[in-house]
């Protein structure tokens, strides 16, 4: 993967607390984003009305542009926007979608950017990736990471139960793709980059030990920070290594092979478990699934939506998604028949684990 668009490699601000987004235009009146008030705020669909409506009070001179999101078409049009008013900063509210398409348009134009994130579905809220979908797939696209991060727990609480779940499996697949990174470094002397690692792993480490619910508010930051962590991990090395491994190129081949499916962090989450075993590492495996199941998340192809055949099939062509990559699934390089038996393997290994 080319290096991602960045130099600055920290946002000058991270909160993550409730009524952000109720405060944010008292922020905009005191000049705390911008001191001239020349602000855009960018909301998506679903609850962007409503979102709207709470930050007008102290928009001033900022204005409001709503976004369906996810697609690349979306982030040239709303780039072509911007450009038509000389912003000091853009903020986008929302879920993922929104927050990619407006980082997408803020680089391309070189606009700050500031994240208020509205769930915590995937690590794009600090990213400095977009992913969005042109000609009918999911593509990345190298962006500026933003300036200023802020979580609103009040919405993420509020928000449907799959999305959070599916932020705790793209956050946990962070322990997999170290862990993959660290096999290309001992098999072919790749070069690793130690605070990349520390910021990707530790994060997800205190997450995979954490006791709290998906309710509870100190559970929830410690997600928002694995996340934007991860985030940051992929600015200071320049590419995603820190963050995707060999979990990553499975749910690559299964949103290739079986399209509309199981969430992007469900699909990762799944492949660190498979990608853990495969490695032989059975205390994280047991950990990993302990965690999983804690939270409801799959840990068997048939929980999102997915026979062992077509499971098997996705991890036979998930080398081809990323061939710059090594990875446990490089190294063993299974041929279908041994994928299979594999496969068979890690179901008696979840049997032993959790009955």
């Excluded at 853990?276 to 059975?282: I, K, M, N, P, V």
């Excluded at 047991?286 to 192809?301: D, F, K, W, Y």
């Amino acid at each position: 993967m080319p290096l991602l668009a960045r130099t600055v490699t920290t946002p000058l601000a991270i909160e993550v607390r409730r009524g952000a987004v109720a405060e944010l235009g008292s922020m905009l009146v005191d000049r705390r984003i911008s001191a001239g008030g020349d602000v855009a705020v960018v909301v998506g669909p679903g609850q962007g009305d409503r979102i709207a409506e709470m930050v007008r009070p102290g928009l001033g001179n900022a204005d409001v542009f709503h976004v369906t999101g996810g697609s690349l078409d979306a982030a040239v049009e709303l780039g072509e926007r911007l450009r038509g008013r000389s912003y000091d900063a853009v903020i986008g509210i929302g879920g993922g979608r929104t927050i990619d398409t407006t980082k997408y348009a803020a680089t391309r134009f070189g606009i700050p950017m500031v994240t208020v994130a509205t769930s915590l579905a995937n690590d794009g809220i600090a990213s400095p990736t977009s992913s969005l979908t042109h000609g009918g797939r999911h593509n990345s696209y190298g962006v500026h990471i933003p300036i200023a991060v802020i979580v609103d727990l009040d919405f993420v609480e509020n928000g449907p139960d799959r999305q959070t779940q599916a932020g705790i499996g793209d956050a946990l697949s962070n322990l997999n793709a170290v862990a993959d990174w660290e096999l290309a470094h001992r098999e072919r002397g790749e070069p690793i980059d130690g605070l990349a690692v520390t910021l990707s792993r530790s994060s997800a480490e205190a997450l995979v030990n954490h006791p709290g619910k998906i309710t509870d508010d100190a559970f929830l930051t410690t997600l928002a920070e694995a996340l934007i962590m991860g985030g940051l991990a992929s600015a200071v090395h320049g590419t995603t290594r820190p963050v995707s491994g060999g979990c990553h190129e499975i749910s690559h081949a299964i949103d290739a092979l079986f399209p509309d499916g199981a969430s992007h962090g469900e699909q990762v989450g799944l492949g660190a478990l498979f990608c853990t075993y495969l490695r032989g590492e059975q205390e994280r495996l047991a950990q990993l699934v302990t965690a999983m199941r804690r939270h409801g998340l799959a840990i068997t192809p048939s929980e999102i939506g997915l026979t062992d055949a077509q499971f098997a099939q996705a991890v036979a062509q998930a080398p081809a998604t990323r061939p710059d990559r090594y990875t446990i699934l490089e190294h063993l390089a299974l041929s279908p028949t041994e994928i299979d038996a594999r496969l068979e393997g890690y179901r008696d290994a979840l049997r032993d684990l959790v009955g």
